[in-house]
């Protein structure tokens, strides 16, 4: 099994993307800590994965608060011993589109917390529990760092950042053997996206950035983690990796 004997931490593992990444490891052989703000649903993931013969325990984390991220990273390691690959994936697109103008700057700083410095802190606090054995830091980042849209500057803004981070940090990370990279998903099926789903107009215009014309699902960005985490991809490093049909990839 690719992860026998790997410790995993994913944070927004109760959500769409984290769950099914949190998944994929239990399944190759990872112990895994589903960590998130949400309790119910990340303890509902944990189950989930032991239903199936896998190994998990949830940890609450905000990932806005660095104490917590550490004592998420601090926890993990006093019960499985290690931690090999960090997910950091929680991420909010944000309380509605609202123009540069109009939008509240405490809207602005709310999402570069949680977005940007939960990703800061996350690289941080697994790096110095990796330094001595090497291991896999991955960052979940967003087509949306190389192309805008209207209404929607914190999300690009935070995203790109997470692109420039995932590099900064895989370069001074490489002496203690520990990537760094990111994923870029285009649309994905997941509760992030589901506010758009009941007007059809706008779900058709989602659909057709992609260039079969389909959402992506949290399960085919799973599958992407699972490969970035492993060894088979042990020489890729400080890059993105796009998981979107190719939506970043043509003129609409
Ligand atoms: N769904 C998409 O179309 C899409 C596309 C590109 C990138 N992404 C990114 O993927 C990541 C996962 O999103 P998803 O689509 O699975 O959405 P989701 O809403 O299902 O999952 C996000 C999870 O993050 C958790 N979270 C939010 N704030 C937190 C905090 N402060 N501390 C800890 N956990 C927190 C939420 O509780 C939730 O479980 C996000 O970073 C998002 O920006 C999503």
Redesign the pocket.
């Known amino acids: 099994m690719r992860f026998q004997d790997k410790v995993a931490i994913v ?10 990444s949190a998944k994929r490891f239990a399944e190759g052989g990872a112990k895994v800590v589903v ?4 309790r119910d ?2 303890q509902a993931a944990v189950q989930e994965i032991q239903a199936a013969g896998g190994s998990a325990m949830f940890v ?6 660095y104490d ?1 991220v550490s004592s998420l990273v601090r926890e993990t390691v006093d019960t499985y011993g290690q931690l090999d690959i960090m997910f950091n ?5 944000g309380d509605g589109q609202k123009d540069l103008l109009s939008m509240p700057i405490e809207e602005y700083q709310r999402i570069v ?3 940007q410095d ?1 990703v800061f802190y996350g690289i941080r606090a697994a790096a110095l529990a990796m330094k001595e054995r090497g291991g896999v830091i991955i960052n ?5 760092a190389f192309i805008a849209d209207r209404r929607q500057l914190p ?1 690009h803004a935070t ?1 790109a950042a ?1 692109v420039g981070m995932t590099k900064a940090a895989a370069l001074d990370l490489a002496k203690y053997n520990i990537r760094v990279v990111a ?11 589901d506010r758009w789903r009941s007007d059809e107009r706008v779900w058709n215009s989602i659909r057709k950035a992609q260039m079969r014309l389909q ?2 699902t ?1 399960e085919q ?1 799973a599958q992407v983690v699972a490969f970035l985490a492993s060894d088979e991809a042990s020489f890729v490093n400080g890059h993105e990796f796009y998981v979107d049909d190719g939506a970043a990839a043509f003129k609409r």
């Not at 944070?11 to 099914?20: K, M, V």
């Not at 609450?60 to 608060?65: E, G, H, L």
């Open positions: 944070t927004g593992g109760a959500g769409g993307i984290g769950r099914a960590a998130d703000l949400r649903a990340g609450p984390v905000d990932v806005t608060d917590s994936n929680a991420g909010v697109f917390r949680i977005n939960g979940t980042a967003s087509i949306y999300y995203k997470v994923i870029a998903p285009s649309m994905i099926d997941t509760p992030l996206i959402v992506g949290a960005v």
